[in-house]
Structure formats: C-alpha cells, structure tokens
Nanobody, 126 residues
Framework: QVRLVESGGGLVQPGGSLRLSCAASGFTFSVYAMRWYRQAPGKEREQVAN????????DYADSVKGRFTISRDNAKNVAYLQMNNLRPEDTAVYYC??????????WGQGTQVTVWGQGTQVTVSS
C-alpha cells in the first residue's frame, strides 16, 4: 500500500522555523522526484520545492527561495522541507508529492502550517 505521511506542521510566530517530514512507504522511493506543495484558503495549490530522485538538483518557488530547503534521505525513505524565517503568507496546508515523469504520482494527506502574527496593540481613547 502506497503511503506518504507528512508531519511537523504547527503554529509558529513570524520569523520562526519548522521542519516538515514526509515518510514514504509502499513504493521505490529513490526512483521518484519529491515535491512539496502548499494550498492556502481560497487559493490554488502551488509548488513550493522540488528535489530530484538522487538529490542532485533542487528548485524553489521565488516566494520561498533563500528561506526553505528541501532534502531527502533515500536510505530512510523520507523527504524534508526546512522552513526558516516564516511569514504569515506561508500559512497553508503543505503536501508532499512523489512524482515520476512516466509513472504514477502519489500525494500525502497534508499538514497544516500556521504563521501567527504577534499582533499589535490598538488603543482608542476619547
């Protein structure tokens, strides 16, 4: 049975970090490229990062370049997404995807990442 299970999501303040993991089973992990996508409420799903099957190349969306790092461990069948300097606009459900150009594509169930602003005091005085 093919499974991709994401973990590591949560609530974090702006500027914080999270590391997402995607544990794969039921297929030959090392022959698939791995991608992370995200989908914010009311928006289309967008690709965030991609890593080739042997980790020889990575690609990132412009919005996350320099802040996110994708990696994988083929011995453990796990892909990662290290997210640093998080911003409120990074809030979304993050999905991992195993992709093979001439084969199947598998998806995880997603993990929620919420970047919560620290707020600002508003005082109304007469």
């Amino acid at each position: 049975q093919v499974r991709l299970v994401e973990s590591g999501g949560g609530l974090v303040q702006p500027g914080g970090s999270l590391r997402l993991s995607c544990a794969a089973s039921g297929f030959t992990f090392s022959v698939y490229a791995m991608r992370w996508y995200r989908q914010a409420p009311g928006k289309e799903r967008e690709q965030v990062a991609n890593i080739t099957r042997l980790a020889t190349s990575t690609d990132y969306a412009d919005s996350v370049k320099g802040r996110f790092t994708i990696s994988r461990d083929n011995a453990k069948n796990v892909a990662y997404l290290q997210m640093n300097n998080l911003r409120p606009e990074d809030t979304a459900v993050y999905y991992c995807n195993a992709y093979r150009e001439w084969g199947n594509s598998f998806w995880g169930q997603g993990t929620q990442v919420t970047v919560w602003g620290q707020g600002t005091q508003v005082t109304v005085s007469s």
